[in-house]
């Protein structure tokens, strides 16, 4: 670790950076093309939450708190993603 | 000290739910308020029941004056954390005291338009909009308030209060923010009826005197057994 | 006869009594053992709190897009979507930024911290630049709050946030000072790292919901 930032974190960064042009390209109408329009739109809602949980288990170090606060984060993270991605596709 | 006092300061600041509440049911304000789209008819039907519609205000206006001894047990604990210069603490009496004025005075207003119920509707309807906007949309007094409160505790050395305290303080701060939109909207989440403007004001409000009320009486009563034990080991 | 009023116990402090006899009796908690909470537990109260007030935005918005779901796709897609793009893409470097300024501040590497911060705090400027330059043009493209109810959420929810961001920016301005002071990382420096991790997230979500979820 001489560079002093973690490799994993600049790795989980440039995951996100790639996730987010994925998820504008999807996003773009290149979603409908693929067909089933809604549904694959409704894969963005899961996908934007894996972000959320990325940034906050590698950024926030959530990955090495206490396992209550990985729990509760986690929960709110799936919770979330459940809600949003049901209200959606009613 | 004697723990009395404070203690009924402390339980001042749930009492002030619990009798705001019942006053607001009573009065028919909750379950469901007015909103800036209920029609002249529904206001005016509203206030024509004047008896109960004015006690029930009157219950309610009494409630939210018992903020202020909790304001006042707060700034106690505020002088205390902050020593020499307790600028946070007088901050928070300040404030605190416009908080409990600036729901006081809606509530009056009111009670005041139950007084004549055969009033022409339109006046009915323009004091009712006044009373409302008046009650909703003051968050500066509130925000302030709050963000004393929290930067007090969060800066005291001594850990007087638990420093989660002074977090959810920061977070019931951000919670008041969307109730300046109830000027822009009749109808909808942030109309002053809406979720995020009354709905989610009251919930924020009631769960900051219930966190405080009960914190700091937590912290009298542990503060009082420490001392009695150490008038005992002497 | 002078009025030696220090000795007066019964004084507060700030009127030059003495410093009250005080402190907090903590209640013993059960070590845990394992894991280390970033900043300090009160801070989550806060941090997931005010993700929840978003949470809450976000439900009751998709809620509200039920009720005109073509409504709510023609606006989104009046929004400048590679603006947004861009203030994602902006918002993540500065967090990567923050990421290492805690880390180097961890090693005691001061200057390399606040060149991250100063880097930081830049993408933060750019993405404050960039979304009152969003508003402006939709403001002048005659689209108001009160125009529908997607606008509505729109307005509110990048406003809100806008504040989140400015916030931050002083946070992370006063994470400075500390390095310019020479102090080591504190329960503070940790709580601003993971409070700009939350601004960050926030956007991501806000970016997907609103430029391209509603305007599919």
């Known amino acids: ?35 089933g329009g809604r549904t694959w739109v409704a894969l963005a809602i899961p996908v934007v939450f894996l972000k959320v949980y990325l940034i906050g288990s590698e950024f926030m170090e959530v990955r090495t708190a206490p396992r209550a606060l990985r729990l509760v984060f986690g929960a709110w993270v799936m919770v979330l993603t459940a809600v949003l991605t049901t209200i959606y596709l009613l | 000290m004697s723990t009395r006092v404070p203690l009924l300061c402390a339980w001042s600041g749930p009492a002030t739910v619990i009798v705001a509440t019942i006053g607001f049911l009573i009065a028919g304000v909750l379950p469901f308020p007015l909103g800036p789209n209920s029609s002249v008819t529904e206001v005016v039907d509203f206030y024509s029941d004047s008896t109960r519609v004015a006690a029930g205000l009157v219950i309610a206006g009494l409630g939210v004056c018992l903020v202020f001894p909790l304001i006042a047990l707060i700034g106690v604990y505020l002088v205390r954390m902050e020593g020499r210069n307790p600028i946070l603490a007088f901050v928070q009496l300040i404030t605190g005291a416009a908080t409990g004025v600036v729901l006081l005075v809606p509530l009056l207003l009111m009670t005041a338009i139950s007084f004549r119920p055969d009033r022409s509707p339109e006046l009915t309807v323009t004091l009712n909009d006044i009373s409302w906007l008046l ?77 405080m009320g009960f914190t700091l009486r937590r912290a009298i009563l542990d503060e009082s057994k420490l001392h009695a034990s150490k008038a005992v080991a002497v | 006869m002078t009025l030696d009023i220090s000795a007066d116990a019964d004084l507060p402090e700030f009127l030059g009594g003495a410093a009250a006899d005080s402190q907090r009796v903590r209640r013993p908690t059960s070590p845990t053992g394992e894991g280390r909470t970033p900043g300090e537990p009160g801070l989550w109260v806060f941090i997931l709190g005010d993700m929840s007030l978003f949470g809450a935005f976000f439900v009751v918005a998709l809620w509200q897009r039920r009720a005109a779901p073509a409504q709510f796709e023609v606006s989104a897609q009046e929004l400048m979507r590679s603006t947004g793009l861009i203030n994602t893409a902006v918002l993540l470097l500065s967090s990567y930024l923050v990421v290492s300024a805690l880390w180097a501040h961890r090693r005691g590497g001061m200057r390399r911290a606040t060149l991250s911060l100063v880097g930081a705090l830049a993408c933060g400027l750019v993405f404050a630049a960039l979304k009152v330059a969003e508003y402006l043009h939709v403001l002048g493209s005659g689209r108001t709050p009160a125009t529908d109810m997607f606008y509505t959420f729109y307005f509110v929810l990048t406003g809100v946030h806008l504040l989140h961001v400015l916030i931050g920016v002083v946070l992370l301005a006063a994470w400075m000072g500390v390095l310019r002071n020479g102090r080591a990382v504190t329960r503070y420096v940790e709580g601003s790292a993971v409070y700009w991790h939350m601004v960050d997230l926030l956007w991501v979500v806000i970016f997907t919901l609103l430029y391209l979820v509603c305007a599919a």
């Not at chain 1, 560079?3 to 504008?24: D, H, K, N, Q």
């Not at chain 2, 909703?136 to 209060?161: C, E, K, S």
């Not at chain 2, 919670?175 to 979720?195: E, K």
């Open chain 2, 135 to 211: 009650f909703i949309t003051p968050i500066g007094p509130f925000m302030i308030q709050n963000i004393a409160i929290g930067t007090a505790i969060l800066r005291d050395q001594r850990g007087l209060l638990p420093r989660w305290v002074g977090y959810v303080n920061y977070w019931v701060a951000f919670l008041f923010v969307p109730d300046v939109l109830a000027f822009f909207f009749h109808s909808g989440p942030f109309a002053w009826r809406g979720i995020f403007v009354f709905w989610l004001a009251f919930v924020a409000y009631a769960a900051f005197l219930v966190v």
């Open chain 1, 1 to 35: 670790m001489t560079r002093g930032i973690p490799v994993r974190a600049t790795a989980v960064w440039m995951l996100l950076m790639a996730a987010t042009a994925l998820t504008w390209w999807l996003g773009a109408d290149h979603g409908a093309d693929l067909g």
